[in-house]
T-cell receptor
Framework: DQQVKQNSPSLSVQEGRISILNCDYTNSMFDYFLWYKKYPAEGPTFLISISSIKDKNEDGRFTVFLNKSAKHLSLHIVPSQPGDSAVYFCAGGGNMRFGAGTRLTVKP | NAGVMQNPRHLVRRRGQEARLRCSPMKGHSHVYWYRQLPEEGLKFMVYLQKENIIDESGMPKERFSAEFPKEGPSILRIQQVVRGDSAAYFC??????????????FGDGTRLSIL
């Protein structure tokens, strides 16, 4: 049951530009969504979350947008930095349903 | 302030052997989660435990896999009679409270299981 989907396996952007990572979900009962970042050979680390009662949450360079009618959320990173290169996972469903991840590469 | 500790980091087993993966949650965390990541795939939820109780094992294969989180000591994920398809990275996570709300999970660095 793939309740959380990340349809773009990879994304490449230039340093300083915006990175937009997308995530779709099917279960309208999810009340929170979280984004995690993962470097190779390490476990995921929590990045930012959003409640289903909000449509935007911002933390520094990271902003998450939620469109409940479309069951879609996105993570914006502005400006992108080479250190942001990692795999990004979105999660919902009590934090236990993860998407397949999107590998972001930020080129200097 | 140790994070989630998983050991071993790498485990090699031959087909038919048993694999035991250990996870010590962060101090003060009583909720533990196990995930499996196959190559080039995302994290698949396996099981959620609270001290001495299995809360949700809906992602765990019905056979050969078991998990426990005893009152004392680490959580253990046990795989009996391993097969090649069990080769994966197994991640453990912990949290202070359960799955409600925005409670983020803290992950260990995983155990990479290789089956010969």
């Amino acid at each position: 049951d793939q309740q959380v989907k990340q349809n773009s396996p990879s994304l490449s952007v230039q340093e300083g530009r915006i990175s937009i990572l997308n995530c779709d979900y099917t279960n309208s009962m999810f009340d929170y969504f979280l984004w995690y970042k993962k470097y190779p050979a390490e476990g995921p680390t929590f990045l930012i979350s959003i409640s289903s009662i909000k449509d935007k949450n911002e933390d520094g360079r990271f902003t998450v947008f939620l469109n409940k009618s479309a069951k879609h959320l996105s993570l914006h990173i502005v400006p992108s930095q080479p250190g942001d290169s990692a795999v990004y996972f979105c999660a919902g469903g009590g934090n236990m349903r993860f998407g397949a991840g999107t590998r972001l590469t930020v080129k200097p | 302030n140790a994070g989630v500790m998983q050991n071993p980091r790498h485990l090699v087993r031959r087909r038919g052997q048993e694999a035991r993966l250990r996870c010590s949650p962060m101090k003060g965390h009583s909720h533990v989660y196990w995930y499996r990541q196959l190559p080039e795939e995302g994290l698949k939820f396996m099981v959620y435990l609270q001290k001495e109780n299995i809360i949700d094992e809906s992602g765990m294969p019905k056979e050969r896999f078991s998990a426990e989180f005893p009152k004392e000591g680490p959580s253990i994920l046990r795989i009996q009679q391993v097969v090649r398809g069990d080769s994966a990275a197994y991640f453990c996570a912990s949290s202070v409270r359960g799955t409600q709300g925005s409670q983020p999970q803290h992950f260990g660095d995983g155990t990479r299981l290789s089956i010969l």
